[in-house]
């Protein structure tokens, strides 16, 4: 997988905000707020990255368990997914 053009990560008075820039104006109108884990997991995605490579992060960044740390990806790429900011 891998973040479409377009897409950057702002922080802004300690907001984290996913928004589109250049010609990704054009197809997304708006931004993404991310919690401290979403942008954790975004700048980890700055190149190639698949879901275990995402999951393993969280699992070493984050004291959980397995199954909460896929969950908690599998729902952040989802979101991602739907609103056309990765590509498979």
Same mark, same amino acid.
């Given at each position: 997988?891998?973040?479409?053009?377009? $897409?950057?990560?702002? &922080?802004?008075?300690?907001?984290? +905000?996913?928004?589109?820039?250049?010609?990704?104006? *054009?197809?997304?109108?708006?931004?993404?707020?991310?919690?401290?884990?979403?942008?954790?997991?975004?700048?980890?995605?700055?190149?190639? $990255?698949?879901?275990? &490579?995402?999951?393993?992060?969280? +699992?070493?960044?984050?004291?959980?368990?397995?199954? *909460?740390?896929?969950?908690?990806?599998?729902?952040?790429?989802?979101?991602?997914?739907?609103?056309?900011?990765?590509?498979?």
């Amino acid at each position: 997988m891998r973040v479409k053009e377009g $897409f950057v990560l702002h &922080t802004v008075c300690d907001e984290n +905000l996913v928004v589109p820039i250049g010609k990704a104006t *054009e197809e997304f109108h708006g931004m993404i707020r991310l919690n401290d884990t979403g942008a954790f997991l975004w700048k980890l995605m700055d190149s190639e $990255f698949s879901k275990e &490579t995402l999951v393993t992060a969280l +699992l070493s960044e984050y004291d959980v368990e397995q199954k *909460e740390a896929q969950d908690t990806v599998e729902a952040f790429l989802n979101n991602l997914i739907e609103n056309g900011i990765i590509q498979k």
